[in-house]
């Protein structure tokens, strides 16, 4: 297969952790016989201070040209920090799901059994846990038109929903529950807000042409509480833009760190990936970030085109690394293998080479790969 992907590592740590993935995507093409060719641009603080705008008409071209997009991170402090900063890198994230029609970002959350003990939960709460989020993503409140009085003492956020972005996203979460474990959960606060009314009474009337899925609610702030108390209850869960955004971070963090955890946000007709975790300024340039949940999102990318045994490869291979203790320090603090380390080991690894027989005192290009 022939695919064109559009990178934007974005700022801080992103370009470390997508150049991983690249290398990854490389081992599959060379081992499958596929083709993949890259297009860079730039997209956030990156973009603002070149062009002054966070997502400029260039990089929205070279995406709109390509088969998918593949996003590193976007943010910086000197943005972040600043709320008169009337520019900002998050702008043009959102603006690119919106240009796009990025509808539906399904955030996979598993727990690799090496890492339980990693976890801040007790093992018998997290331990089988396979969760997969579907949030909405080009409406709500992060959409709405905002407002803020002259004096700045008044503002305010619309949150806005139609049925027809409800169901959009609706139709996909059950679809996906239908080759998983058979059970929805939508994520409202259907007790307070018109717009959580909404999807109740939409997502309800749709789950009867899913007579074998099973349906159930919970408010926000006790599906938050739930994912602490039994995470294992959940199969897919189906909630809207913002309580999405945060409970999937909250989810992250159950499976030992939330450098593990991918992302797909999908249309109609593009497809971007990319990992949760934030920029993380701090560690840029040392060589610290976990690369897997970037290279998570190119396995993401491949199933999406339907090269399900590719994805596959690199999941086994991400596994296999993960046992084997070849990880980034926030896995194991001990651990003295680099961003780039762990990304050649899991390409080797998705290359076919065996995996070392023991990684505590041996690095990549230090030893003799047995």
């Known amino acids: 297969m022939q695919l064109n992907i559009a990178v934007l590592a974005g700022d801080g740590i992103g370009p470390e952790v997508t150049n991983e993935a690249i290398k990854v995507l490389n081992a599959v093409a060379a081992r499958f016989g596929h083709d993949f060719t890259y297009s860079h641009a730039l997209l956030g603080a990156c973009a603002i201070d070149k062009y002054n705008e966070p997502l400029p008409q260039d990089t929205l071209n070279t995406c709109l040209a390509a088969d998918a997009v593949l996003l590193g991170a976007v943010g910086h402090p000197k943005y972040d920090n600043n709320p008169d900063a009337p520019v900002r890198p998050e702008q043009g994230l959102l603006a690119i799901r919106k240009a796009l029609n990025l509808f539906a970002n399904i955030r996979p959350i598993t727990i690799y059994n090496k890492l339980i003990p990693h976890s801040p939960l007790k093992a018998d709460r997290i331990a089988g846990v396979d969760i997969s989020i579907y949030r909405e993503l080009t409406g709500g409140i992060y959409f709405g038109q905002k407002s803020l009085s002259e004096d700045k003492t008044v503002a305010s956020d619309l949150c806005s929903y139609s049925v027809q972005e409800i169901e959009q996203i609706a139709h996909m979460a059950f679809k996906a529950a239908q080759n998983r474990r058979k059970k929805v959960t939508l994520v409202d606060k259907a007790n307070v807000l018109e717009t959580s009314r909404l999807w109740r009474r939409v997502v309800t009337q749709i789950s009867g042409e899913y007579p074998d899925v099973a ?109 084997q203790d070849y990880c980034t320090t926030d896995i194991n603090p001990d651990s003295t293998y680099s961003t780039s380390d762990v990304g050649s080991y899991i390409e080797r690894l998705v290359q076919g080479n065996e995996a070392f027989t023991n990684t505590a005192n041996v690095s990549i290009g230090k030893s003799t790969i047995i």
């Not at 602490?228 to 809207?240: A, H, S």
């Not at 939330?258 to 060589?287: C, M, N, Q, R, W």
């Not at 339907?306 to 291979?317: M, V």
């Open 215 to 323: 349906l159930d609610f919970l408010f926000v702030d006790n599906a938050a509480m739930q994912l602490i108390l039994n995470p294992k209850q959940f199969d897919v869960m189906l909630t809207e833009n913002m309580f999405g955004d945060i409970l999937s971070d909250e989810a992250s963090v159950i499976g030992g760190s939330i450098g593990l955890a991918a992302s797909a946000s999908v249309g109609d007709k593009y497809s971007l990936f990319e990992p949760i975790h934030g920029s993380y300024p701090a560690a840029t340039g040392k060589g610290i970030a976990n690369p897997v949940a970037s290279i998570l999102s190119a396995a993401l990318l491949l199933e999406h085109f339907g090269l399900y045994t590719e994805g596959a490869a690199i999941k086994e291979a991400v596994t296999t690394s993960i046992e």
